[in-house]
């Protein structure tokens, strides 16, 4: 199962990836949580103890392995460099474990302007590439709404692709936006899920804006969800309520993976 959750600033990605990511865990798959949004914060939501979180060096400021890998000076564009760079590796001897969940920071990579290539980012893509199409595990990636790190290749092994989104007309827009940048790398379908909803209301206007069968499922407002963040702790370990609604998203998405193979 490899999943891929994106979505406007704030909506809820990262407590959503964190929580989905803990339960499939508990459920014992082997689990990778990939931190792609540029404003990582995934491993706390995970629960990380501070320690290690601030241990967490991203993929792409990693130079000794960039240079190593691709066999090019970081910081460098469009020189010589290999495009296929090894990174099987890169999940097992990068990864940071915490409750059952291995975490993996991605980074940013200053592109410079579309179409530039640079060593951070061929490394990236095949990493990103790499751990769809290979991996055995379930992978979580926790997206900012660009989803520049998928090649075509690498979006058609996605199994769900999810936008967050809130109800509001802001987020309704990235979620439009995503659709369409989506479509352009051969992404066939959009699954949403609606967070933070506080009534009937909420939910009808997000329904609303969708299509037949995109509608995942809705995690309600939950103070509890608040909490967590304020007190740096996993919101799995402590919004029991919130757990049992992504409880019935995933299985929703359960069942779609097994009715499409
Ligand atoms: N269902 C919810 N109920 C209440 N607050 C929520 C809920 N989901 C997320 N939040 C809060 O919204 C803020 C943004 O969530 P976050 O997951 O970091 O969003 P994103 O990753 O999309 O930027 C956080 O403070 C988080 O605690
Ligand atoms: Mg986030």
């Not at 769900?160 to 809130?166: D, H, K, L, R, S």
């Amino acid at each position: 199962m490899k999943i891929a959750i994106t979505g406007k600033g704030g909506v809820g990605k990262t407590t959503f990836s964190s929580m989905l990511s803990r339960m499939f865990a508990d459920d014992g798959y082997r689990v990778v949580a990939v931190d792609a949004d540029p404003d990582a914060n995934l491993g706390l939501a995970l629960g990380f103890p501070k320690e290690v979180y601030d241990s967490i060096v991203p993929i792409s400021e990693m130079k000794k392995l960039v240079s190593e890998r691709t066999a090019a000076e970081t910081g460098t564009f469009n020189k010589m460099f290999k495009l296929n760079p090894k990174v099987d590796d890169i999940p097992k001897n990068y990864c940071k474990e915490y409750n059952g969940v291995r975490l993996l920071t991605l980074g940013t990579v200053d592109s410079g302007g579309s179409g530039c290539v640079c060593p951070e980012h061929v490394l990236l893509k095949r990493l990103c590439s790499h751990l769809i199409l290979q991996n055995k595990d379930v992978v979580v990636m926790d997206m900012e709404a660009g989803i520049e790190h998928l090649g075509r290749g690498t979006a058609q092994g996605v199994d769900a692709f999810i936008v967050v989104v809130e109800p509001g007309e802001r987020s309704l827009q990235t979620y439009r936006k995503v659709k369409s940048l989506g479509k352009d790398i051969g992404v066939k379908q959009v699954f949403v899920v609606g967070n933070k909803i506080r009534n009937k209301e909420d939910k009808e206007f997000i329904m609303s804006n969708l299509e037949d069968g995109e509608a995942l499922g809705f995690i309600y407002y939950n103070q509890d969800v608040i909490d967590s963040d304020r007190s740096n702790k996993s919101p799995y370990d402590t919004s029991q309520e919130t757990r049992e609604q992504i409880e019935a998203i995933k299985n929703k998405l359960m069942g779609l993976s097994v009715s499409c193979n």
